[in-house]
């Protein structure tokens, strides 16, 4: 049973940075795809960044790109989510996810299996 567990989130003033990590069990990070995505209130779950399996290829969604850096430790098994340059916009609960296949980088949360429980960011003006 894969499971992941968020942690780092909290409140941080605009132009800031946070550090999400993300701890695996249950399956090697480097069998599948890992992403990161987020949901702020009243709106949809949406990408937010992704790295594949062999950590080759990495993708971010234009609203983070330039910004957000996200990595891995495979000896850790855990993956991270670096952010910077925060923006209000930014105020979400943020999820680590596995993908479904081993080789390809999902873009939606339906590609995904495996979910976190979350970690709050908020990001004040």
């Known amino acids: 049973q894969v499971q992941l567990v968020e942690s780092g989130g909290g409140l941080v003033q605009a132009g800031g940075s946070l550090r999400l990590s993300c701890a695996v069990s249950?399956?090697?990070?480097?069998?599948?795809?890992m992403g990161w995505f987020r949901q702020a209130p009243r709106k949809e779950r949406e990408f937010v960044a992704a790295?594949?399996?062999?950590?080759?290829?990495?993708l971010y969604s234009p609203s983070v790109k330039g910004r957000f850096t996200i990595s891995r430790h495979i000896a850790g098994n855990t993956m991270a989510l670096q952010m910077d340059s925060l923006k209000p916009e930014d105020t979400a609960v943020y999820y680590c996810?596995?993908?479904?296949?081993?080789?390809?980088?999902?873009?939606?949360?339906?590609?995904?299996?495996?979910w976190g429980q979350g970690t709050q960011v908020t990001v004040s003006s």
């Open positions: 790295i594949s399996w062999n950590g080759g290829n990495t």
């Open positions: 249950g399956r090697s990070i480097s069998s599948h795809t």
């Open positions: 996810a596995r993908d479904r296949h081993p080789d390809r980088v999902g873009l939606t949360p339906g590609d995904y299996a495996y």
